[in-house]
């Protein structure tokens, strides 16, 4: 019997390459042994047949970013959002064209959190630098927010919701307020606090049914179903 080596070392001697390029053709999915994608170079192999993608290039993986829309149903915490992060979960539709890994499931970070009671887009990346501008830019990155409401807006309810009311104590900056419909307020905001939404609903008499943010900065939720997820585009920036 073959004395079982690493699938990088297996891979390097039987193409040949180099091992780096072995380990950068097996990270990438590339590589199948005995019929199955196996995506880690030091996976012990003997005499199991290695296969090679005829399309495969051996590129550095690059870092995801994921864009969820999360059901308001959900626990608002970002260990439930990620159980919704998998193989069967991902958008039919999704536009990207990348080929999906289970790197791209590892220490992915969440960032900018949903308004309290909330559900719809959020976002995990493993990439450093998505994730400096979501951390360092969230205050300056608007949000949008449809808001369903009931009850019967107070004169100037509007007026007010779109600037002069205060929150913890504090001043809020002007905000974009308008009807999407008869029950519906589109919200459109810098800076959100966990609460300053039906704060805001409840000063104009409105109480708040349901929340879903569809925007964040540049980048839109679009039509990806509830509970489901897409890679986002390396064109969309926020």
């Avoid at 995506?39 to 969820?68: N, Y």
């Avoid at 000063?203 to 964040?216: N, T, Y």
């Amino acid at each position: 019997m073959t004395t079982p080596v690493r699938l990088a070392k297996r891979l390097a001697a039987t193409l040949p390459c180099s091992r780096r390029e072995a380990e950068l053709y097996i990270a990438g999915g590339w590589v199948s042994v005995d019929g199955q994608v196996v995506e880690e170079p030091q996976f012990m192999v003997s005499e199991q047949k290695i296969e090679l993608h005829p399309e495969a290039t051996p590129t550095r993986l690059e870092p995801a970013t994921i864009m969820l829309h999360q059901p308001a149903d959900t626990a608002v915490n970002p260990s439930a959002a990620l159980q919704l992060i998998r193989a069967e979960t991902r958008a039919a539709d999704d536009p990207s064209g990348i080929r999906m890994l289970k790197q791209h499931f590892l220490r992915l970070t969440p960032h900018i959190p949903l308004e309290r009671n909330a559900g719809g887009m959020v976002l995990f990346t493993q990439d450093w630098r998505a994730a400096r501008t979501l951390s360092e830019d969230a205050a300056s990155l608007e949000q949008e927010y449809i808001v369903e409401v009931a009850g019967g807006l107070t004169p100037d309810g509007l007026k007010l919701l779109n600037h002069g009311l205060t929150f913890n104590g504090r001043a809020l900056p002007p905000v974009k307020v308008s009807w999407q419909n008869e029950t519906r307020l589109r919200f459109a905001l810098k800076g959100v606090q966990p609460g300053q939404i039906a704060h805001m609903c409840q000063r104009a008499g409105l109480q708040v049914l349901a929340m879903k943010r569809i925007r964040i900065g540049r980048v839109s939720m679009g039509k990806l179903p509830s509970g489901q997820w897409r890679y986002l585009l390396p064109q969309e920036r926020f």
